[in-house]
């Protein structure tokens, strides 16, 4: 795997595939550090009230605190 981060001077990039990856489907990325740093806020379960059912809810509160118990 090849990562790296780069500061683009013109809107166009040229990348050079390893050898290894000749002929192989790659994935291609590209996001800017701001944008996904901005998306990395930590959740809380309060950030999920209303979007999963009231069972589903009781299940994970359940888990997580015979999660915490086994610590």
């Known amino acids: 795997m090849v990562r790296t981060i780069i500061t683009p001077e013109s809107t166009n990039i ?4 390893p050898e290894e990856y000749v002929g192989k489907p790659i994935e291609v990325t590209y996001i800017s550090l701001e944008e996904l740093q901005a998306n990395s806020s ?3 379960m309060g950030d999920f ?6 069972e589903t809810a009781k299940k994970l509160h359940k888990a997580v ?5 086994e610590w």
């Open 14 to 17: 040229k990348i050079a595939i």
């Open 42 to 44: 930590k959740k809380t």
């Open 49 to 54: 009230w209303g979007i999963i059912s009231d």
């Open 65 to 69: 605190n015979q999660n915490r118990q």
